[in-house]
């Protein structure tokens, strides 16, 4: 089945510092990538996806680009903010799994002053 | 303004007593879900619904019912909680599941405790 592996947090940062969140994913197919983050107190929201191989998702200066060849879909930004700190979650769908979810074990970033 | 609403947001029950938690959401969304969130583990689904009257079971659906009577809303229920139901909980919507550029829309969470 499809698996998302995500590396373990909690990642500290100091502001301004560049960020990369591993993500490699396991699927049959050809699914859909997503980032989402979850602030404190709060449900998950969408950051940004990738539906094809080679697809770069950007938003609020956060990137990843689809590897097919690499099965990976990091998350990078150049220079962080203490309002960054939240939960990352990679997450996949569609394939041969259709419309199911699935998420890796979440990364907490922690950005300092 | 578009929303999934989950209640309660905090729940401390004990073990064998029923309860239910609510979700709605208010943007016609055909697709619901509910996620549990436990520590290392991610979100893992629960249960899903594809429309009215259509519910199928996820990951993880031992010890957990859900029925979807109305389009807007899609209740979980524990006919008998036990302690390792404490967790997350998460309910989530979207147009039409989340292949390609549907966008899942979550709720805020409820905080479950099993005593």
């Known amino acids: 089945g499809n698996s998302v592996t995500q590396m373990e947090g909690p990642v500290t940062l100091s502001e301004e510092a560049f960020l990369t969140i591993n993500c490699t994913y396991t699927a049959t197919g050809y699914p859909s990538l997503f980032w989402y983050v979850q602030y404190p107190g709060e449900g998950l929201q969408l950051l940004l996806k990738?539906?094809?191989?080679?697809d770069k998702g950007s938003n609020k200066g956060f990137e990843a680009t689809y590897r097919k060849e690499t099965t990976s879909f990091h998350l990078e930004k150049g220079s962080v903010q203490v309002s960054d700190s939240a939960v990352y979650f990679c997450?996949?769908?569609?394939?041969?799994?259709?419309?199911?979810?699935?998420f890796g074990g979440g990364t907490r970033l922690m950005v300092k002053p | 303004e578009a929303q999934v609403t989950q209640n309660p947001r905090y729940l401390i029950t004990v073990t064998g007593k029923k309860l239910t938690v609510t979700c709605s959401q208010n943007m016609n969304h055909e697709y619901m879900s509910w996620y549990r969130q436990d520590p290392g583990l991610g979100l893992r689904q629960i249960y899903y619904?594809?429309?009215?009257?259509?519910?199928d079971k996820g990951d993880v659906p031992e010890g957990y019912k859900v029925s979807r009577k109305e389009k807007r809303n899609f209740p979980l229920i524990l006919e008998s909680p036990s302690p390792n139901q404490t967790s997350l909980y998460f309910c989530?919507?979207?147009?039409?599941?989340?292949?390609?550029?549907?966008?899942?829309?979550f709720g805020q969470g409820t905080r479950l405790t099993v005593v």
């Open positions: 619904s594809m429309n009215v009257e259509v519910t």
């Open positions: 997450a996949l769908s569609g394939g041969n799994a259709g419309n199911m979810l699935t």
């Open positions: 989530a919507s979207s147009l039409s599941g989340v292949v390609g550029n549907t966008e899942a829309f």
């Open positions: 990738a539906t094809k191989a080679d």
